[in-house]
């Protein structure tokens, strides 16, 4: 699916790995409508799962309220004791990662194996 | 929502009524703007996120939620010397987004706050900013430069100099 900055179009997908790793597969644009759309979804996920690989490789674009759908399972999943790390954010999404300081509280990761390995320490 | 093309090609407006669901317009314009205009994608991303950020303030804050009978008006200006220019005209309380204050950003050593990072990328993604009170509500000038990278331009307000980066 493609997508443009600030689109509302996104997919959200799971697929359950080895070592009881949940990968989740966002595809298109976390803008507002897009944010909310999977808000749920991502909650759900934070609540039943410990370790959470969030695939972002197909995400075109992210605002202030997508930042919010990734901190908020993030923080929960924290709480409990799990490990949530983002991967494979393109140049600009990975720019508002950065100037937010969600790197600094939630690991970005572009290449799959080391992710994975961050996620199995648990 | 109401689109307006000047016959000078002077200004594109768009007008979206006080309800967030009409964020959903800005994507097609503006990809709409960058065809039109040979607008650089990380231009585009940097013009999408500021325009969301600083429409859905004036609608959750400025408007104090959903309005159907306000409006949020975005002109766009042509491109002179590779930069372009954004105005966002609302109708709400006075509010000076460069006055603001930022909220820190994450780090490991505090809880994980949610929210509160619009202020902070908009002053990151924007080139330049202006701000400037007008008779029942704001108008926010947002400029971006299509030569190169926006991160490291200035902003001002109509008073101050005002560094963002």
Redesign the interface.
Not at chain 2, 111 to 115: F, K, P
């Given at each position: 699916m493609q997508s443009r900055p600030g689109d509302k179009n996104i997919a959200i997908a799971t697929e359950e790995l080895p070592d009881g790793i949940t990968k989740v597969i966002l595809d298109g644009s976390l803008g507002i409508e897009g944010a909310a759309a999977v808000d749920l979804r991502m909650n759900v996920i934070a609540g039943s799962s410990k370790a959470v690989l969030v695939d972002l490789q197909n995400v075109s674009f992210i605002g202030s309220m997508g930042l919010r759908a990734l901190v908020a399972p993030a923080r929960a999943i924290k709480n409990r004791g799990g490990k949530i790390v983002l991967f494979g954010p393109n140049e600009s999404v990975e720019k508002v990662l950065k100037s937010s300081g969600i790197d600094t509280v939630i690991p970005v990761h572009h290449d799959l194996q080391t992710a994975l390995a961050a996620l199995q320490s648990i | 929502m109401m689109r307006e093309n000047g016959t000078d090609q002077a200004q594109d407006i768009l007008t979206l009524r006080g309800r967030?669901?009409e964020?959903?317009e800005?994507?097609?314009w503006?990809?709409s703007l960058a065809l039109r205009h040979t607008i650089p994608?990380?231009v585009?991303?940097?013009?999408?996120?500021c325009?969301?950020?600083v429409i859905?303030n004036a609608i959750c804050h400025g408007y104090g939620g959903e309005k159907e009978d306000r409006s949020v008006v975005v002109r766009f200006i042509a491109p002179r010397d590779q930069y372009i220019v954004f105005l966002v005209e609302d109708e709400a309380p006075p509010f000076n987004p460069l006055d603001a204050p930022e909220l820190?950003?994450?780090?490991?050593h505090e809880?994980?706050?949610?929210?509160g990072?619009?202020l902070?990328?908009l002053r990151?993604?924007a080139g330049t900013l202006e701000y400037e009170q007008m008779p029942g509500g704001n108008r926010l000038r947002l400029g971006f430069s299509t030569a190169g990278s926006s991160?490291t331009a200035s902003a001002t307000t109509d008073s101050t100099d005002h560094q963002v980066t």
């Open positions: - | 967030l669901s964020i959903a800005l994507a097609p503006i990809e994608p990380d585009q991303f940097a013009i999408a996120l325009l969301e950020e859905s820190p950003p994450l780090n490991p809880e994980m706050r949610i929210g990072q619009g902070r990328l990151r993604f991160e």
